[in-house]
């Protein structure tokens, strides 16, 4: 499957760091000034403040900037993102420093894919890109959409939703749209994911939440 292009408009943020429920809107809004970052979630999903230490959440080993989980179980909790096959819709947002020259040069859309098998591969285990496991006959993954993303200042990457077989019977589709900065310093990325059938039950919600993730730093 080729990935489509999609050129997403900036929304000028003027939000703080603090998460607030507007009055009256049905949403709930998450915003950190400091990354620029600003997206909504419906009101009855809850958002959870995460430790930043590596290994907490994420990839294995690697520090965090700033992350959300956003969370429409009825109990909600971190541990509902770390799930293999959650019930309900969990999502969490990143910011992630890329920490070397080596990194930067290894940063390519591929790479940026591999990022949403985290979790789900042994740590020793090779990067998985989503794109390439679904040319595998009869292979765990089958990718149901993707796009690259274009924001206004140089902010680019890509959303891939893909489902993927945790055991036979078992399958959770996951959604990753991860995008780096124009210096390639910093990679930003929101993961909502959900059992299958909920996740298709839910989609047309959880398309709003990523439709609304916006990245401005101004000039």
Sequence with gaps: ??????????????????????????????????????????????????????????????????ARVVDSSPSPDVTNFTTAVPADPVGAAFVEPVETASQRDDLDLAMLRTYALSGYLAEEADPADPLALNQEPDGPVEVVDGYDVNLGGGFHGQRIVFNLEVEP??????????????????????????????????????????DSWTIDQGD
Aim: proline residues 5%.
């Design 1 to 66: 499957m080729s990935l489509r292009r999609r050129g997403v408009g900036v929304l000028v943020v003027a939000l703080g760091l603090t998460l607030a429920a507007c009055g009256g809107s049905g949403y709930e809004y998450v915003s950190n000034d400091e990354a620029g970052i600003f997206f909504r979630v419906p009101d009855d999903w809850s958002v959870i403040d995460v430790n930043t230490d590596p290994g907490t959440l994420g990839r294995p080993g690697v520090p965090l900037d700033w």
């Design 169 to 210: 019977g078992q399958v959770v589709t996951i959604d990753q749209t991860a995008l780096v900065d124009p210096e390639t310093t910093e990679v930003y990325r929101l993961v909502i994911k959900c059992e299958a059938r909920c996740y298709a039950d839910r989609q047309a919600e959880i398309d709003a939440i990523v």
